[in-house]
């Protein structure tokens, strides 16, 4: 039987400028759908997993636009409202060479930002789910949606599921009032894995430590009920030219995965989406060593994909992890 | 020497989709800037006029895109400031046959709706101006707008430049807790020439009067500054065919233009505003007549123009006044 | 609750020409999916109704695509079975002014017509059907699909369900040794609503009279099951302008719809699909007449709509029938 | 066997706007090529004709583009040149509505015009050639053209060919310092068949009446050599809309076509040149009336296509002249 | 005067995605025509070569579309005949970065795997030919091909013909009953010239050798006419970087290419025939070490260019076997 | 207040094939405008400086076309002229790996070659300017153009104005009867700085020196008034790849910036005016070896857009230059 995975949090219409036009030479703009949970869960409805996406939308035509992307990929969509508010937007610009990428954000007062979603049945919504997966943008957008995230995670706790985070601290949110450091905690009193680099740390956690293994076992220490702290090891040479390692902190080291060149990025939006959700997939499936060589491999293919969103099959992912097939033509 | 004319008003992104596609069959967008006034502005800058548009952009690459926009089509942009803000858009699905055109708008807490205008040199930016165009989306964008119309309408008046207003009445606006009459009367009184249909009359000037005539003569009653009243007959046979005739109330009777019609619709947005801005040139330079005649050939031209600007020149549109060289080919 | 409706059929790539171009001008096809019956279902699904589509695909990415194609636009795809064969296509050279549109099927061979469907548990996947929808297509790709369809019928009869059949004439199919009249008769006795031109009734019923109501007669003469025959009238006035009218018999005359006149067409194909979808969802909740209505109407905004189904919502097709919002701008 | 058939004239880059969109809109243009006489060589490849076109390029990757565009469409390009000079080019701006087409020629100093052609073998070249066609466009390019056509007139002339002449007279050209009736007079005077209209006879011929059918009798007098005299009856009723007829002076009379309503026009550009090669096939093929239909079919259908040739078959033109397949759906 | 080469084979239309995306992304497909044989006649008909390819096409306007093509790219297409099938596909979805490519073959039941080719006339196709060339798919889509390609193979060895082959095994084809080694060697006997790897001498030579020299020994053992033995080394580090090598085995000793980096692939489908294509031409023109060079610098080429074929010219080609203009800016 | 900089210069339509498309497979160009010394006001028009350009266009919908452009990137156009002539074009196919990018021009006869500049106001055009700028292509394309730039050099050298001239020797041009030693040397008498490479000072400077400091310290012995020397020293591994290093004589030493490595170019064109821009920026601003730095880094930048001009803004240059944000995704 497939596992069953619910993601929460916002979607937002990605337009990004064509090729490498900049804003300023855009005619038009591609439409994808993305977010940074929705990513995740898209990623695990092309292997054998039942994802659900729990988000809200508004009641008109972009709104019914972004279910049925949900629903082409995949993605089971019994879990998504409609409120009052905008569909949250993202403008793209791809960056090529040593030129950034760069994102213009347009999300603000979006359905999801809105919604109060004081009293739904999460207990039902979470029945049989065996992982919930939450990233630190939720709380940055509303008060009311920090909220709602704090009763999904209780009610994740009781129930007893596999609860993982990503911190993804982003300086521009969190403009309701409160500081992550007002929020973040508790929330990740309720979470057992969690994606965090340094600076994650240091703005959620309050943690400030240079090293990266020494952030983890404080972080264990104020949060003990943290079983794998995870991050990726990026290096930007060129918008062009990156290369990628995940590390997993499993309570005692630090695992690494293979180190992977890649030369010739296609679309790096979404690359840790990938690899969380091929973490996850990988915790629920394999020991920890293949979950996260998983996790990265995955992660490195979405490079090679246009959009958010990671559609790669499970197979593909398992070659690229035992260097079979590797762009090889395959007929 | 050119004359000179001042638009006000907040522009928006447009993002339609491309040929006959609906929301649903989107893939990507086609891009092109828009407003009420600022259309005006942009018609008006193919001719021989000195157009400048007065509006607010938030200070990152698309509001940046968006001046360039206007500046790569003629309107010169010294009035263009920045401030705090969304850059308004709208989304548009051209209808075709007898299915309706659908426009989703995008614009609240846009750049130009939160800026606080209060101060500024309206003398100075209305220096040597022979016409001042607004439309009553503005007053119904936020007080902030509505303050800042009256201060122009004000220092306008006293310079004596001709003022046209487009009634233009849009009941999703009005949402910061005022009604189009409790403030569109006071912004008509300061108002030489206004666009306005039977629902004009009735929700921003509380006139009810089932025949045109009639709400003309009420509304000179009230508004006694008023010189002209003008509209257009449109009948929308389908998305693809309408009709179109300008109406022009002198203060003693009902001009009418040459009745057009219009079987193969390119795009029709911005047809009012093509008429506005002919009707200004017009006022400009011709009598009466003539002038209800030039704003009718310009409007129906645009019908033919993608975008929501009228590209075309002068010479065009007294080219179709004359019915010389319609539809014909010109090497 | 919602009505639940269950099709089966082929699906097909539509590989289309950009615009107005010849076979002989492509460089590149738009690709979107097909098929008599799907195409009913997808209509269906914009609808209130949950509309299941029964299939069968190879099981590689085009197979994949056409599912999450179905997916997408909101078909249930819990009945779409893999098998060997090819994925059918067709390529659509659409026409214009008085250049016909061409088709080139590429259909033989296909998973669907391959399929060996004996055994299915048809009573479960009828159960709590409404409606149950197939067309003469089906019977004349292979032995192997007419056998499952007349399985598939008898269930439907046991069961109670209604069942219409669109008999959908085509010369070019039935290669498989058998001939129309050999294999329809048998299968329109399971069937309560039939589409069928003069035509259709000569080369599948063997009723030849050169007059509709006459032909209708004699059907039910020969076919007392029958409770209803339908066909629309199109006056082909060239490729970009027709006329249609929907036209029904109800055992004792012919009721007509409204006439309507198309002369801006974008896309024709599935025009008599969206037809027997709004028929079918009529007669599931209207009177006769009205249901006729909805039907024509539904067709005609189908030639609004690029591809082969018709993503129109019930309010559209409702405003239409009353002529209401016709050709307007919503905004 | 297949007739033959020569035409002579230069080529040009075509570059159109996409879709609607003006001068001013452009980010792309589309390419194809076209010449008045090259469209008519075109036309006649797509029906049983070996079609030869005798013409000149640069020598560079343009230059042979153009070639394989001939070859392609199923020109026969033995009889083409390299030489110095540039690939003319024009600009097209498709017109829609009331508003006009644009064309924008650069084309002077094109390899064509250029070429020096004297001691071409134009006996070989027209050996076994059933029709020599040439426009008036080629001896207003240069004194080289003129010179070389004339030339290859006097050879077709000792050889019996039929041949025939498009006057189409054009304004902006014949800047090389001699005027049409410097030139044409005895161009013409080798020539069976000519085009022309009324502006053609006054500039080129020296005749100046009002009514057609006396300007040919005139015609017949100064140029007795001349069998049939035709042109096109076009009413433009809007860039979307004209009306066309065809009529053919035979020496007797005026025969007159069908007259065509073509409301939904795709591309006008090379309907005169799809007549012309209609009217060749015809005269070869046919009796007068019968070959006059053939012509005006095969330009109607024209309307349709994009670009400058007119790529139907020949059972597409008869089928139009029957009324057969008008606008229907070819399976 | 020019050398002639005659070809044979099935050619296929291409169907491949834009830029990066991936078959389930695709909303439209880039069109095109290859076949490994047919991709070597376009090739050779760039440079100083009459290429003649020979096959059979379905009678309707895909089939039309594929005889335009060739015709377009220079390939002479004389020798090609209608007959009842389709018209062969395939799809592509080009890999990046770790990402492999991946081709979807829909080409059963082709026109040309259908056609009855005994009685044709091989002698007079082949008079003059310098060179044939075929590959080891066309005796693995049907009896009728092996059966009419030997037949032609048996013409060529009369006349005293160089022949080349690609054996070119496919595990995927070879459908109709007979195996590789059924019908291969009998081939090879009538052949001067092979393109084998390691898997091909194993499934089509019956030889198992690990070693490449030692399987060149061997096979000119088995098949003593042989003169030539050639292959590519390609090391594929991902899709978008691989690197390539000629290996050419005289008799003797095998001769190596230039070893050519390739970090940044457009499009790769094809080398391996543009590879053929410059050995035949180095075999018609250069010695030994010369045409290996020229066959590797020509596939390198390839690599850079969109499409199955090799649109470059000899200059182009000889100045990359120099190192001269590489990368440059040409103006 | 903003630096002021005067560039004057024939200004091109480029035509660029799509993506890595050849010009054999062309359907549609890509349209942006250019010119070496347009480019470097355009370049300028991003940072804070006001850049007018001068130059002269046809007065037809091309001509404003290319107005507009260099408006909407912020170009000043007070000083465009409108005469005689046509609008020059340059067809451009992007290489790719080891295949050259190619350009064919096809700009002779052009509005500004063909302008009779004699009596402009330079005085005025140059008053307040900083720094006017020129390159070889002016004085090679027409005597016109030639004595009017020598006319701007004596009016820039009377008001003391900064004088930067990009030699850009190109064989292909001046054939209007004058070599570049006859015109070239007085121009550069009235040159503060000049880009010159070995070619350049042979051709235009009659300067042969294998050696570039040589050749520096040789030119200014035979140019005393030359302050600045420079040039980019590019290494063309392939189309895809270059390395690129700014080089700058003081009239002591050859200063020499960061060399960088571009493994992935988007578009080259342009790059060496954007490194000009960047030097006359880094002059107005910065002490020598800054600016040398911000001219390389503007210059390598420029390779990540596409067009002719380099749409960065002074921010994105110093970033680079100090490594900061380089290939990252900025949000």
Redesign the interface.
Known sequence: MNKKVLTIGDVMMR?STQ?????????????VFGGAEANVAVSLAQWDIDAYHMTVFPD???G??AI??L????VKTDHIFFGPG??G?Y?L?N????????????R??SAFANFEGKGLDWIKMLEGVDCFHWTGITPALSQNAADMLLEALKAAKNLGVLVSGDINY?R?LWQYGKGPLDIMPELIRYTDVIVAGLTDFENCMDIIEPDYEDACRQAMKDFPQLKYITTTERN???????QLQGWLWNGKEILKSKN?D????????GGGDAYMAGLIYGMLHFPDQTALEFATSAS??K?????DAN??TKE?VLD?MKGE???????
């Open positions: 337009l090729g490498n036009e900049r804003f300023l030479q855009a005619n038009s703009y591609n439409v008109h035509d972009l019914m636009t049925r992307y629903r082409q990929v995949g905008r569909l937007l403008f610009e960056g090529a060479m040593q030129r950034p990428s760069k994102i213009i954000y347009d603000f007062d982003r521009n930007s040479i060129s918008a062009s030219h990156n992977y890649m030369p010739h990025i296609v679309d790096r939006i490195v293919l490079h090679s994909i246009v959009g559609l790669v593909e690229l097939n590797v762009g090889r033509l395959l007929r």
